[in-house]
């Protein structure tokens, strides 16, 4: 069983258009976090969210809003779609960092975008 | 600003030797330092945690070093196979706050046959 799934692994779509990837993690925890890794391999964080706290990234940009419809999903909407917005984004999920600050992370495979 | 530093150049080493990876950072006080591992096309996964107070740790093949003086991490691969290529990264999470963790660029390990 895949612990921390992403779907779908590929999106190609056109620039101003509406997207979502999703995730679900199995692993029991708290935590869901998205990562963007941009073309020089940079993984930059760009939401933490547990039950209790959204913490965005404020160099994200709006159009980028993670919804959580339960503790083992947090899915990432993107709004109009820019050619800066290429990148591979993945999905993690922790322990909750508050009760047990060293746990590691487990990442999804990532989703590749890529905005025409 | 925080700086997270490792080498962004490839390292290339022959198989058998030992492959040590640095990881530098600067304005942070990090309660703790995680290693992971990244191969292409997939996400990183966790290899190892040294807490502030720990000088090194050791798994299998593995160790990290940590010296908050210097503000530096080693990771060292002993005896490297060629299945040992790849991305490594180091993470650093802050004390309290968020305790969110921060990525550095990552190093490519390439370990010759």
């Known amino acids: 069983d895949t612990a921390v799934s992403q779907t779908p692994k590929y999106l190609v779509t056109q620039m101003g258009n509406d997207k979502s990837i999703k995730c679900e993690q199995n692993?029991?925890?708290?935590?869901m976090y998205w990562y963007k890794q941009d073309s020089k391999k940079f993984l930059k964080i760009m939401f933490s969210?547990?039950?209790?706290?959204?913490?965005i990234n404020e160099t994200v940009p709006n159009r980028f809003s993670p919804k959580s419809p339960d503790k083992a999903h947090l899915n990432l909407h993107i709004n109009s779609l820019e050619l800066g917005d290429s990148a591979v984004y993945f999905c993690?999920?922790?322990?909750?960092?508050?009760?047990?600050?060293?746990?590691?992370?487990?990442f999804g495979e990532g989703s590749r975008l890529t905005v025409l | 600003s925080q700086k997270i530093e490792q080498n962004s150049e490839a390292l290339n080493i022959q198989e058998g030797k030992t492959a040590t990876l640095t990881c530098n950072y600067t304005?942070?006080?990090?309660?703790?330092l995680q290693w992971y591992r990244q191969d292409p096309g997939r996400g990183p996964v966790f290899l190892l945690l040294?807490?502030?107070?720990?000088k090194e740790k050791r798994k299998e093949r593995l160790k990290v070093t940590f010296d908050t003086t210097l503000k530096q991490s080693l990771f060292h691969i002993t005896a490297s196979q060629p299945a040992d290529s790849a991305t490594y990264l180091c993470?650093?999470?802050?004390?309290?706050?968020?305790?969110?963790?921060?990525f550095g660029r990552g190093t490519s390990l390439i370990v010759h046959p």
């Open positions: 969210y547990n039950n209790k706290e959204l913490i």
């Open positions: 040294i807490r502030e107070n720990e």
């Open positions: 993690a999920s922790s322990r909750d960092p508050g009760l047990v600050a060293t746990g590691e992370l487990f």
């Open positions: 692993l029991g925890h708290d935590t």
């Open positions: 304005n942070y006080s990090p309660a703790y």
């Open positions: 993470a650093l999470r802050p004390k309290g706050g968020s305790y969110i963790p921060t």
